[in-house]
T-cell receptor
């Protein structure tokens, strides 16, 4: 079967750095998405990785290792507004999107 | 501001009611999606429409009936639902409809409670 694993919940401190991991076992790979979802709101696109390496976008970076079936989202200089759920999703060989259950990130002052 | 809107935002219905969820996208996209989101579970894809044609129906019970009258509007008609259908129903759109390796833009969802 196809599976995406990410931690259910993480806690971090304002101003710090946090890394949210995502591991996947899918039939093929055609890219990996990260979305952010604040409580009661729409998921919003953060990043898309299809090649190995680190993609940096302001305070947020996303890393991919296809050989390890692994990605992480790195959030720097955490702000209270970063409290949200972070969803990892992989595009498989049939171009179907396989979603993880999401990681709820709690930021404390 | 979002390019994808959904109404209503909250809905409470009995098991014998009939109701409809509405989604509208203002992004000029060609594909639209319905998802079910339950607490602590992955998003479940229900239906995909590409250029107003249904291209995917993921074994969804017939008590959910989608309708896509044009590329900007998507409906989900509900009848004789069960309490386990209570969830957040999300609509999304993407520019292309050929597969899902395309960034999806989501609406805020309808929080559905079935009594």
């Amino acid at each position: 079967g196809q599976n995406i694993d990410q931690p259910t919940e993480m806690t971090a401190t304002e101003g710090a750095i946090v890394q949210i991991n995502c591991t996947y076992q899918t039939s093929g790979f055609n890219g990996l998405f990260w979305y952010q979802q604040h409580a009661g709101e729409a998921p919003t696109f953060l990043s898309y990785n299809v090649l190995d390496g680190l993609e940096e976008k302001g305070r947020f970076s996303s890393f991919l290792s296809r050989s390890k079936g692994y990605s992480y989202l790195l959030l720097k200089e955490l702000q209270m507004k970063d409290s949200a759920s972070y969803l990892c999703a992989v595009v498989d060989s049939n171009y179907q999107l396989i979603w993880g259950a999401g990681t709820k990130l709690i930021i404390k002052p | 501001e979002t390019g994808v809107t959904q109404t209503p935002r909250h809905l409470v219905m009995g098991m014998t009611n009939k109701k409809s969820l509405k989604c509208e996208q203002h992004l000029g996209h060609n594909a639209m999606y319905w998802y079910k989101q339950s607490a602590k579970k992955p998003l479940e894809l229900m239906f995909v429409y590409s250029l107003e044609e249904r291209v995917e129906n993921n074994s969804v019970p017939s008590r959910f009936s989608p309708e896509c009258p044009n590329s900007s509007h998507l409906f989900l008609h509900l009848h004789t639902l069960q309490p386990e259908d209570s969830a957040l129903y999300l609509c999304a759109s993407s520019l292309k409809g050929d597969g899902q390796a395309d960034t999806q833009y989501f609406g805020p969802g309808t929080r559905l409670t079935v009594l």
